[in-house]
């Protein structure tokens, strides 16, 4: 086999999601040092955690320039949807994940059933309120099994 280039990864996160990649991404012969930030002690056992917390989009692009990170991945839903791929790539950097705007299907339940219902994709019949005592009286009116999310 050839030479492979090599590149540091910076994981975005501290959770299982985070510890799952980061042992996928120790599995790779092009990967040649993880951080993680914030991190875990489990990320900690395989890479290098770094005391950065996932929504504090400036600290981790700044990180990532001065220690050329080739690949970010992010994996929780906040600093997705605060823009950190925007960001990213707005910075020349890579990075893998939805943009601000795509990270608005996830991170929002009232812009997803919105999004649906506009461009008729199937799903469950929903409401949105403002107003508690609105909701209270919905949901002792609404059919059952029903389904209580908060949005943001």
Do not use: C
């Not at 050839?2 to 012969?29: K, N, P």
């Amino acid at each position: 086999m050839g030479f492979v280039d090599q590149i540091d990864v910076l994981v975005v996160g501290g959770g299982g999601r985070e510890h799952t990649l980061v042992w996928a991404l120790s599995q790779s012969a092009r990967v040649n040092q993880i951080f993680v930030a914030p991190g875990n002690a489990g990320t900690g056992m395989i890479a290098t955690n770094v005391p950065i917390r996932d929504t504090d989009i400036q600290a981790l692009l700044n990180f990532s320039l001065e220690r050329k990170i080739g690949l970010t991945v992010v994996g929780p839903e906040v600093p997705l949807a605060a823009g950190i791929v925007d960001a990213f790539q707005q910075a020349g950097l890579r990075i893998f994940g939805p943009t601000k705007a795509a990270a608005q299907l996830e991170a929002s339940k009232a812009f997803a059933k919105d999004f649906m219902q506009r461009h008729h994709i199937p799903t469950a019949a929903y409401a949105t309120f403002n107003d508690y005592e609105a909701a209270v009286d919905y949901v002792r009116q609404a059919n059952r099994p029903l389904v209580v999310k908060a949005d943001g």
